[in-house]
């Protein structure tokens, strides 16, 4: 069964106080990993996929990578908006569903 | 990209009585939508796969009288609760696939509140 774990659970940060999150997995014949993020009351917003191990993906302050056993998103200098539940997600070939870990949610303080 | 548009945003309902939930794909066709419930600080948890046409496929422990999911054409999935109970109330999501896109990517609606009372 496929298996997906966020770490850690919550994470709070002061402006500029750059850090990663982790998302480890089990899966067999994984076909993507997926970072959302994930606002109070909001269905989660698209971010990153990762197919292979050794990509990376960046967007502003973030920045995805995936190996064969875990991802990282590291954030670096963060603001307050940046504030959300990060949450990673597993596809694989089988099934045609996502697995999603628990989030991490990060809260930036000014 | 991709729009998923989900409704209503909140919704309140008396104990006992049924509610209905409309998921669309605003611009493309999803053959196939995802239902998702999802409790205070947990993560998304996978309730159902609808599939347009046929009978949706529900995860296991998810009781299909109560959440019964229509998904009667490309662009619209219904997920109607039943019966409500206050442990009904959550937050539900819904999700689809935009193939058009080739990419394994999945678009989610803004989310329903459901509570119970």
């Known amino acids: 069964e496929d298996q997906v774990t966020q770490s850690p659970e919550a994470l709070r940060l002061q402006e500029g106080e750059s850090s990663s999150l982790n998302c480890s997995y089990t899966v067999s014949g994984l076909r993507g990993l997926f970072w959302y993020r994930q606002d109070p009351g909001k269905g989660p917003e698209f971010l990153f996929t990762l197919y292979s191990a050794g990509e990376e993906k960046e967007k502003e302050r973030l920045k995805a990578t995936l190996t064969k056993k875990e991802s990282f998103l590291h954030i670096t200098a963060p603001k307050p908006e940046d504030s959300a539940t990060y949450l990673c997600?597993?596809?694989?070939?089988?099934?045609?569903?996502?697995?999603f870990g628990g989030g991490t949610r990060v809260l930036v303080k000014p | 990209g991709a729009v998923v548009s989900q409704h209503p945003s909140r919704v309140i309902c008396k104990s006992g009585t049924s509610v209905k939930i409309e998921c669309r794909s605003l611009?493309?066709?999803?053959?196939?939508m995802f239902w998702y419930r999802q409790f205070p600080k947990q993560s998304l948890m996978l309730m159902a796969t609808s599939n347009e046409g046929s009978k949706a496929t529900y995860e296991q422990g998810v009781e299909k009288d109560k959440f019964l999911i229509n998904h009667a054409s490309l662009t619209l999935s219904t997920l109607t609760v039943t019966s409500a109970h206050p442990e009904d109330s959550s937050f539900y999501i819904c999700?689809?696939?935009?193939f058009g896109q080739g990419a394994l990517g999945y678009t989610f609606g803004s989310g329903t509140r459901l509570t119970v009372v």
């Open positions: 997600a597993v596809y694989r070939a089988a099934g045609n569903k996502l697995t």
């Open positions: 611009d493309f066709q999803a053959t196939t």
């Open positions: 999700s689809a696939r935009d």
